[in-house]
Nanobody, 119 residues
Framework: QVQLVESGGGLVQAGGSLRLSCAAS????????MGWYRQAPGKQRDLVAG???????NYVDSVKGRFTISRDDAKNTVYLEMNSLKPEDTAVYYC?????????????WGQGTQVTVSS
C-alpha cells in the first residue's frame, strides 16, 4: 500500500515556474518507479517525467530542458521543477508510484494538482 499526496500546483504566467511535490507513505520499499503525468480536459493522461529507483530519469520531448524530476529519499518525496512554463503545459498533474516487487504489480496515483499557465 502506497499513499501519495501532491501539492504545488497553481496559476502562473507563461515563462514562470512552479515546483510540484509528491510525498509518499506506506510501503515505500516496494516502489521501483515514480513519475509525473498530466492530463488536459478531453486528453489522455501522459507521462511527463519519470525517475527509477536507481535515479535514472526520462522526459517527454516537449518538456526537456524545462522540467526536472528529482527525489529526496529522506523525505520520501519526488519533485517536478517546472520552468519556462507554456500555456500548453496547463493540465492536472498526477504523481504515480509503481510497485513491481509483489505478485500483484500495482500503480498508485495521487489525487492530482491543477497547473494553469496563462498567456
Amino acid at each position: 500500500q502506497v499513499q501519495l499526496v501532491e501539492s504545488g500546483g497553481g496559476l502562473v504566467q507563461a515563462g514562470g515556474s512552479l515546483r510540484l511535490s509528491c510525498a509518499a507513505s506506506g510501503s515505500i520499499f516496494s516502489i521501483s518507479f515514480m513519475g509525473w503525468y498530466r492530463q488536459a480536459p478531453g486528453k489522455q493522461r501522459d507521462l511527463v517525467a519519470g525517475i527509477t529507483r536507481s535515479g535514472s530519469t526520462n522526459y517527454v520531448d516537449s518538456v526537456k530542458g524545462r522540467f526536472t524530476i528529482s527525489r529526496d529519499d529522506a523525505k520520501n518525496t519526488v519533485y517536478l521543477e517546472m520552468n519556462s512554463l507554456k500555456p500548453e503545459d496547463t493540465a492536472v498533474y498526477y504523481c504515480k508510484a509503481y510497485s513491481g516487487l509483489s505478485s500483484n504489480p500495482t500503480n498508485f496515483w495521487g489525487q492530482g494538482t491543477q497547473v494553469t499557465v496563462s498567456s
